[in-house]
């Protein structure tokens, strides 16, 4: 979070375990985002660097010193028994967050996939996972109407110098590639009135005016030469350090075969299913058996390597004394589990029509069925007693429509401890268990669920973020989240070719794997002139699609009508000709 260097510092620090005197002090990069996803970045200086902190800490009267608006309370937090705002800068923006399960309320600043585009540029140099057929398409010049548009945006009076400008200042040492092969030192002067162009002092005191792209920082590598052989990589390094093997990686990055390229297609449309259900698919007859020829040679997915990263432990537990299964939980709702997911980034609620809501998601109750292994996840506003129930209350119609009925419930103390919970389970004639405080393991199974989705869910906003970085925002968990649920329900299949879906509603059907595309790719939707037949098109020289981006499969049509967002309107609309 520090930027630039550190200076010392003389201030002290009390805590509750007694005195503690930073050694330094610097300028933090803050990142803070609002409502409506757009994000706000501050400088701020004199923040103090200690190395044995636990914490970070940033209080709310030094945020208002820093606003200078402490009289007009224009920066303060406001908290309640489920969510708290946040107001900062005179009161000009605002954020809602949800508490977690300690009730506190915590806000998460500085997030974004930074570290992931690092790693992945890092990772390319030697392993080239580029899809040639695949989804490639990225669109500059769109806006989701949910963010401010581009033409509302007040643009800044000084004009930007380039990707440093903040860092260029007069009297900075520069160097000028002067077009003839040479690079001269200059000093700096400042920009002139003319776009891109600024004025800088050769060697001999003469003053010029140069375009920006002549202008490098003084030992910044040249672009325009990169090397592209072996012997080009080695002459780069000095003494030696650069061996021929690894020269020769960095010149030819390892790249997928065809088959590879392939069965890397099939897992970005299949929201990131493991390849070792990719193959059982293929085996069954639902994916194209030539697949079955990587089964010794697996690519590597840098999404799924990265989203689905976690501590490996450091000791393994015995064998367990019980089972969260019970023998006579033998039908679909007789033994469920039940747990929520809290999200500190908000998620967009889809809209069909009308203006846009300024609600969002922030959290999520799961119920997985013990019996088939089914998962139902359900959105929430807030993570409320009301909204809880209604959550309950939507599996258990589920349930009943597929002819079962909900008997029994296995949950963590919290929400589901509250005596309205247990009301209703009364009322409906069902019983309630609970896990011991601490003992989350006694409620292993939605527990092993949650990791699975919010890995899965995180792996698949990771390559939508990559593959279309101007579009794809965090925003968008819930829709990753939900396919991420529909995966585990539909083609996570089984030895004998069952997924939880088909046990669960008694029914042997197709895994419909033609109807699923990579999620949030872009698509083209029919022009609505167009797609009436007999009715009359639109004009010739017209377009006669639109952009949208693909949100996964509509909950209430058939399998093969998606969810489109329209960048345009930032409506989510069921789409069938696209």
Not at 58 to 80: C, E, H, N, Q, R
Not at 390 to 409: N, P
């Amino acid at each position: 979070m520090f930027i630039g260097e550190l200076s010392p510092s003389r201030s002290e620090v009390h805590t509750s375990n007694g005195q503690n005197t930073p050694a330094l002090e610097g300028t933090i990069r803050l990142v803070l985002t609002d409502d409506a996803g757009d994000q706000h970045q501050y400088d701020i200086p004199g923040v103090l660097y200690d190395p044995e902190s636990p914490f970070n800490l940033l209080g709310v009267p030094y945020l208002s010193k820093y606003f200078k608006d402490a009289k007009t309370m224009g920066t303060k937090i406001t908290s309640g028994a489920y969510q708290s705002t946040f107001v900062w800068d005179h009161g000009k923006n605002e954020r809602t967050f949800q508490h977690g399960v300690d009730c506190l309320p915590t806000l998460q600043v500085n997030v974004g996939n930074s570290y992931y585009k690092a790693f992945c540029s890092r990772l390319r140099s030697f392993y080239d996972d580029h899809i040639k057929f695949g989804f490639r398409a990225q669109t500059r010049d769109l806006r989701v109407r949910f963010k401010e548009p581009a033409e509302s945006q007040p643009r800044s009076k000084k004009r930007k110098f380039s990707e440093f400008d903040s860092e260029i200042q007069p009297g900075m040492e520069l160097s000028y590639k002067d077009g003839k092969g040479s690079c001269i030192p200059v000093v700096y002067e400042g920009v002139t009135n003319r776009s891109n162009m600024h004025s800088v002092k050769k060697p001999d005191g003469n003053s010029i005016v140069v375009d920006e792209s002549q202008l490098l920082r003084m030992h910044q590598p040249d672009l325009t030469n990169i090397p592209s052989k072996p012997m080009d990589y080695q002459k780069e390094v000095e003494n030696g350090f650069l061996s021929a093997e690894d020269a020769i990686k960095l010149a030819r990055p390892k790249a997928l075969s065809p088959i590879q390229q392939l069965l890397m297609d099939w897992h970005h449309r299949l929201y990131h299913i493991p390849f070792r259900r990719m193959f059982m698919l293929a085996e069954k007859g639902f994916l194209p058996k030539i697949l079955l020829q990587c089964k010794d040679n697996v690519p590597k997915c840098v999404a799924c390597e990265f989203g689905t990263a976690h501590r490996r432990p450091w000791q393994f537990k015995g064998k367990q004394s019980g089972s969260i299964r019970k023998e006579k939980q033998v039908k679909s709702g007789d033994g469920q589990s039940i747990d929520q997911i809290v999200s500190a980034q908000p998620g967009l609620i889809p809209q069909m029509s009308g203006f846009l809501t300024s609600a969002r998601y922030y959290g999520a109750t799961t119920i997985v069925d013990h019996v088939t292994d089914y998962v139902y996840v359900h959105l929430m506003k807030e993570l409320s007693l009301e909204e809880t129930i209604k959550a309950k209350r939507a599996w258990e119609k589920i349930l009943h429509d597929a002819g079962h009925t909900a008997k029994h419930y296995q949950a963590d103390n919290g929400r589901f401890a509250d005596k309205g919970f247990q009301d209703d389970c009364d009322a409906h004639n069902q019983t309630i268990s609970y896990c011991g405080v601490g003992a989350h393991h006694q409620n292993g199974i939605v527990e092993n669920k949650n990791k699975i989705l919010t890995q899965g869910a995180r792996t698949m906003l990771l390559h939508g973020m990559r593959m279309w970085p101007e579009m794809i925002t965090t925003m968008f968990w819930p829709f990753a989240l939900k396919a991420m649920a529909e995966r585990m329900n539909k083609l996570h299949i089984h030895l004998y070719g069952s997924t939880p879906e088909s046990k669960f509603y008694g029914v042997c059907g197709e895994v419909p794997v033609g109807s699923y595309h990579t999620l949030f790719c872009p698509v083209y939707v029919l022009d609505a002139k167009a797609q009436n037949e007999g009715a009359m098109g639109p004009p010739k020289w017209n377009p006669r699609a639109r952009i949208g981006i693909y949100l996964g499969h509509s909950p209430f049509h058939a399998g093969s009508v998606a969810l489109v967002l329209n960048p345009t309107t930032g409506l989510v609309s069921p789409q069938f000709h696209v």
